[in-house]
């Protein structure tokens, strides 16, 4: 059974910085596309950033030049470095994988990680 268990979370103040993790077991990670999401209240689940099995890496445009997604297959961990962090960058954040090259990898889900961004 493949699970997914993310950290790093936390209250930070505007311009700060954050790096969530996120630990995969069950599963031949270095096979599995991974990715990051978030959810704000009363939205639907949205795609930040995701990692191929070779590396290739996505984000949407809002965290373009401020979010770094990158992975340690050694680890079977996937990471998100948060920088530059804005109150609108406030949600819930996912960690999800699939077992094969999807940009947009949603077969497994963590349980999500809090971060919040406020003075």
């Known amino acids: 059974q493949v699970q997914l268990v993310e950290s790093g979370g936390g209250l930070v103040q505007p311009g700060g910085s954050l790096r969530l993790s996120c630990v995969v077991s069950?599963?031949?990670?270095?096979?599995?596309?991974m990715g990051w999401y978030r959810q704000f209240p009363e939205k639907e689940r949205e795609l930040v950033a995701s990692i191929s099995m070779s590396a290739y890496e996505y984000y949407t445009d809002s965290v373009k030049g401020r979010f770094t997604i990158s992975r340690d297959n050694d680890k079977n961990t996937v990471y998100l470095q948060m920088g530059s962090l804005k109150p609108e960058d406030t949600a819930v954040y996912y960690c999800a994988g699939a077992p094969r090259n999807t940009y947009h990898p949603r077969d497994y889900w963590g349980r999500g990680t809090q971060v919040t961004v406020s003075p």
């Open positions: 069950g599963g031949a990670f270095e096979n599995y596309a």
